[in-house]
C-alpha cells in the first residue's frame, strides 16, 4: 500500500502543478491592435489633402505601373504620395518611370482652388517625359 500511496501523491502533485494560460488578455489585445489598424488605415492613404473638380465619371483606379501627380491647394507638389519640388518633377518622373517596364499611365490629381494655368503647365511639363502612355486629369464623381 505505501506503492500505491506514494504514485498517488507524484501524479497529484504532477497534476497541481500545470500552469493554466488565460488567453483573454492576449485575445483582447489582438482584437485592440486590428482595430486600431483598421481605423488608421484608411488614414495614411489620404495624407495628401486635395479637392478634386466633380465630374460626371471618375478614372479607373491606380494599375501597378501608373503614377499619381498631387497639386494641392499651396501648389506643393507630391509623387506617389511623395514630396517633390517643381524643378525635380521632371527628373523625379523619370526615375519613376525607368522603374516600370511598360509605358506607364500619369494622373495628375490637382485641387481645384488651383489656377487652370498653373495645372496645364504641369500638364505640358510632364508631357515631355518619356515612358508615359497616358496623362488624365483626375476628378471626383459627383
Avoid at 499651396?74 to 523625379?92: C, D, K, R
Avoid at 482652388?113 to 483626375?138: E, F, H, R, S, W
Wanted: proline letters at 4%.
Amino acid at each position: 500500500m505505501g506503492r500505491i500511496s506514494k504514485r498517488r501523491i507524484l501524479r497529484s502533485r504532477s497534476m497541481q502543478s500545470m500552469p493554466e494560460i488565460t488567453l483573454t488578455p492576449l485575445i483582447d489585445t489582438a482584437l485592440t491592435l486590428l482595430v486600431i489598424f483598421m481605423v488608421t488605415t484608411p488614414m495614411m492613404h489620404n495624407a495628401i489633402k486635395v479637392q478634386l473638380p466633380s465630374g460626371k465619371t471618375q478614372e479607373g483606379k491606380g494599375l501597378v505601373n501608373d503614377v499619381v501627380v498631387y497639386l494641392d491647394k499651396n501648389e506643393h507638389i507630391y509623387i506617389n504620395g511623395q514630396p517633390v519640388a517643381s524643378e525635380n518633377l521632371i527628373t523625379t518622373l523619370q526615375n519613376s518611370i525607368k522603374q516600370s517596364k511598360q509605358q506607364s499611365t500619369v494622373f495628375v490629381k490637382a485641387d481645384k482652388v488651383v489656377p487652370y494655368g498653373t495645372v496645364i503647365g504641369m500638364v505640358d511639363q510632364i508631357k515631355t517625359v518619356g515612358g508615359i502612355q497616358y496623362v488624365a486629369l483626375a476628378t471626383r464623381k459627383g
